[in-house]
């Protein structure tokens, strides 16, 4: 392939700049062109599209979001969206594209290839909820976020003796919680993997009160329930003062954290080299630190691994 195009999709992630740097200066070294499109499949419709180079990808290594922006579109979901895309794609003369972005976007990948236009899907989402990956990029990022949120808490929860019950977020994942869990210490942890069970949770709290415990910090993913319902519960039943914080967007946005970007860049180059080479169909993958990819379908078909060693590891170093 000679002309291809990158665009991002879904919710935004920290390192997806990243990627589209790489993806741009990858192309370009290999005497390709690139072509930027805006707003993910939404302007991929309309044909928001304009050639990138080297220059239009600099200054952004350290920016969070994503300079191509990014949408949700219902159009691109229908027969009449996919045809409007590829005729788009056809007239600009692009051969293949780069999709960044989560599940959602990957489906939307996965329709492209099926009508027969070549897509490299590169798993960017702080959800680190696509199962053919280890990490995708923006979870490192979101993971320090939330543990800068949870130290600062720490100090007030500390103070006056409480429990406090901090939302991350994570729908279907309880990679956010689990990590930030264990990285911030925290005395609880609720995720969308396993049943809620308030009573258990309640005795934990009650239990570490009478070793000596005079504060807790239970951490629960989205997917698992809202914290300001729980916060009465959790007051009325273990007799403690209770409050709830929810940190909602701040997780997405900010400066990627080293290892998102150098994750970023690696798959960045990698999806490129794989249209250089007409292989489209795939998904850019990191596995044992080895950058790899997948069909497709057969990523999105894998169903994610629930990491029960690192919960359990939690759960021990929560007592
Ligand atoms: O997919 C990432 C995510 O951050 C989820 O954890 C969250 O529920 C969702 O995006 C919110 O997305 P938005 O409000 O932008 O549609």
Redesign the pocket.
């Given at each position: 392939m000679k002309r291809i195009g990158v665009l991002t999709s879904?919710?935004d992630a920290p390192g997806m700049n990243a990627a589209i740097r790489a993806v741009v200066r990858t192309a370009v070294y290999k005497d390709m062109q690139v072509y930027g499109i805006r707003r993910g499949f939404k302007g991929l419709i309309k044909g928001e599209i304009d050639q990138m180079d080297v220059k239009s990808v600099g200054e952004i290594l350290h920016r969070g979001g994503t300079i191509l922006n990014t949408a949700?579109s219902e159009l691109f979901k229908t027969e009449e969206g996919l045809k409007k895309a590829i005729n788009v794609l056809n007239v600009f003369g692009i051969e293949g594209l780069v999709v960044i972005g989560?599940d959602g976007s990957f489906r939307g990948a996965l329709d492209l290839c099926e009508r027969g236009f070549p897509v490299v899907a590169i798993p960017g989402?702080?959800?680190n909820d696509i199962a053919c990956t280890e990490q995708t990029i923006g979870f490192d990022t979101a993971v320090n976020t939330v543990l800068e949120a949870i130290n600062k808490i720490r100090d007030t929860v500390t103070s006056h003796e409480r429990t406090n019950i901090i939302e991350v977020?994570?729908?279907h994942a309880g990679d956010i919680a689990i990590y930030t869990a264990i990285a911030g210490g925290a005395e609880g942890i609720l995720i969308p993997e396993m049943p809620l069970d308030i009573d258990k949770l309640c005795k934990r709290i009650i239990e570490g009160r009478n070793r000596g415990k005079s504060s807790s910090i239970i951490i629960l993913a989205?997917g698992a329930g809202k914290a300001v319902e729980l916060e009465k519960i959790i007051e009325e039943k273990t007799g403690m003062e209770t409050r709830a914080t929810v940190l909602g967007y701040i997780?997405?946005g900010g400066s990627p954290t080293a290892a998102d970007i150098i994750l970023a860049s690696r798959m960045g180059y990698h999806a490129v080299e794989l249209l250089e080479n007409d292989i489209g169909n795939r998904v850019v993958a990191i596995r044992r630190n080895q950058i790899v990819d997948y069909d497709i379908k057969e990523a999105l078909d894998m169903p994610k691994e629930f990491n029960q060693d690192l919960y359990n590891l939690a759960l021990v170093l929560s007592i």
């Amino acid at each position: 392939m000679k002309r291809i195009g990158v665009l991002t999709s879904g919710g935004d992630a920290p390192g997806m700049n990243a990627a589209i740097r790489a993806v741009v200066r990858t192309a370009v070294y290999k005497d390709m062109q690139v072509y930027g499109i805006r707003r993910g499949f939404k302007g991929l419709i309309k044909g928001e599209i304009d050639q990138m180079d080297v220059k239009s990808v600099g200054e952004i290594l350290h920016r969070g979001g994503t300079i191509l922006n990014t949408a949700r579109s219902e159009l691109f979901k229908t027969e009449e969206g996919l045809k409007k895309a590829i005729n788009v794609l056809n007239v600009f003369g692009i051969e293949g594209l780069v999709v960044i972005g989560g599940d959602g976007s990957f489906r939307g990948a996965l329709d492209l290839c099926e009508r027969g236009f070549p897509v490299v899907a590169i798993p960017g989402t702080i959800d680190n909820d696509i199962a053919c990956t280890e990490q995708t990029i923006g979870f490192d990022t979101a993971v320090n976020t939330v543990l800068e949120a949870i130290n600062k808490i720490r100090d007030t929860v500390t103070s006056h003796e409480r429990t406090n019950i901090i939302e991350v977020m994570g729908r279907h994942a309880g990679d956010i919680a689990i990590y930030t869990a264990i990285a911030g210490g925290a005395e609880g942890i609720l995720i969308p993997e396993m049943p809620l069970d308030i009573d258990k949770l309640c005795k934990r709290i009650i239990e570490g009160r009478n070793r000596g415990k005079s504060s807790s910090i239970i951490i629960l993913a989205e997917g698992a329930g809202k914290a300001v319902e729980l916060e009465k519960i959790i007051e009325e039943k273990t007799g403690m003062e209770t409050r709830a914080t929810v940190l909602g967007y701040i997780q997405r946005g900010g400066s990627p954290t080293a290892a998102d970007i150098i994750l970023a860049s690696r798959m960045g180059y990698h999806a490129v080299e794989l249209l250089e080479n007409d292989i489209g169909n795939r998904v850019v993958a990191i596995r044992r630190n080895q950058i790899v990819d997948y069909d497709i379908k057969e990523a999105l078909d894998m169903p994610k691994e629930f990491n029960q060693d690192l919960y359990n590891l939690a759960l021990v170093l929560s007592i």
